[in-house]
């Protein structure tokens, strides 16, 4: 998955759910668990998102992360940018499934179209 991606997808789950843990997102996203932690310093560092410690857990490493107004704002642009960018993916797909829909039904026409073979027994004789 591209860093980007990875970057939107990890602000579209944190937005709905703060408190994901760092291996639940590596899972939901199916990327490694340093790829999201290297992804979270990423947005942190650029301002998007503000890491804070759970208070009243035992684990003081566990956190939850907020957007920061520019995170939201960021992400509203890279949801335009992701979305711009499926709809060409999904376009390209589509002609490509039209062209081989094309291609095959022509082969199927042209295979129905060809007279069957002698029987090379009954040719002999």
């Known amino acids: 998955m591209h860093s980007e991606d990875a970057r939107y ?3 579209r789950i944190l937005e709905e759910n ?8 590596a899972e939901q996203l199916g990327v490694s668990l ?6 979270l310093q990423a947005l942190v ?8 410690n759970f208070s009243q857990s035992s684990n003081k490493r566990r956190y939850f992360y907020v957007l920061t107004p520019s995170g939201i704002d960021k ?3 890279m949801t335009r940018k ?6 060409s993916e999904y376009k390209a797909l589509k ?31």
Do not use: H, W
Request: glycine fraction near 4%.
């Open 82 to 87: 992701f979305l711009s960018r499926k709809i």
């Open 95 to 125: 002609a490509e499934i039209d062209e081989i829909q094309r291609e095959l039904r022509t082969a199927v026409e042209q295979e129905d179209n060809v007279p069957a073979e002698p029987d090379k027994k009954s040719a002999k004789q």
């Open 9 to 11: 997808k990890i602000l």
């Open 75 to 77: 992400k509203t642009k």
């Open 18 to 25: 703060p408190s994901a843990s760092q291996r639940q997102m």
């Open 34 to 39: 340093g790829k999201v932690n290297y992804c």
């Open 45 to 52: 560092e650029k301002g998007l998102l503000k890491a804070r």
